[in-house]
């Protein structure tokens, strides 16, 4: 217990639930804080330990304060001077964008042409490609729906698939009471 202004306070220590989202662009730390203002918590990036201090602290009632402190490594892919924090919904999001690709070497382009020599088949000779082309993948039109409606017509597919199924074992049920019914009543004598 510690006091202040001559009262006695008490401090609920605890740990908050956390996951993480990756993707490509980043690692996303997610803290789950629904009691937390965005004023009551403290977010602190430290470049020489390479960690991360999060740490929040609020009131819970005059005698009775709740508080954590989360300290989490900074993954080496990670650029941490562009570290950044959100806090909306009770979520406490602290993004870590990735380092980007290292600068690309410039390349030596061979001038050279290759002489294509006479053959029986009409194969032709390699082509020097240089490692930009090789990797360069052709890009695809944009699909004629937006998101919002790709997602309705899944809807309607899954919608059409579960009624196409339902029925079917609505016909399969009765059919099977229609032979046990006629079946009973073959050796069911009044």
């Known amino acids: 217990m510690e006091t202040k202004n001559g009262s006695s306070l008490s401090y609920e220590d605890f740990e908050p639930f956390c996951n993480w989202r990756r993707n490509d662009e980043s690692e996303t730390l997610v803290a789950h804080l629904p009691a937390f203002r965005k004023d009551q918590l403290k977010i602190q990036v430290n470049n020489t330990t390479n960690t991360v201090k999060i740490s929040g602290e609020r009131l819970v009632d005059e005698t009775k304060r709740s508080r954590f402190h989360k300290e989490i490594a900074i993954p080496k892919d990670c650029n941490s001077k562009e570290i950044h924090a959100r806090f909306a919904g009770g979520l406490l999001h602290v993004v870590m964008p990735k380092k980007g690709p290292p600068a690309?070497?410039?390349?030596?382009?061979?001038?050279?042409?290759?002489?294509?020599?006479p053959s029986a088949s009409k194969q032709s000779a390699p082509r020097n490609i240089s490692q930009d082309q090789a990797t360069?993948?052709?890009?695809?039109?944009?699909?004629?729906?937006?998101?919002?409606?790709?997602?309705?017509?899944?809807?309607?597919?899954?919608?059409?698939?579960?009624?196409?199924?339902?029925?079917m074992v609505a016909l399969v049920a009765g059919l099977g009471a229609y032979i046990m019914y006629s079946?009973?009543?073959l050796y069911i004598e009044d």
């Open 104 to 117: 690309p070497q410039q390349e030596l382009i061979s001038t050279t042409t290759q002489i294509q020599q």
């Open 183 to 185: 079946y009973r009543s």
């Open 136 to 167: 360069k993948l052709p890009t695809l039109p944009e699909p004629a729906c937006n998101t919002t409606e790709k997602i309705g017509l899944l809807n309607n597919r899954t919608l059409k698939t579960a009624t196409n199924v339902a029925v």
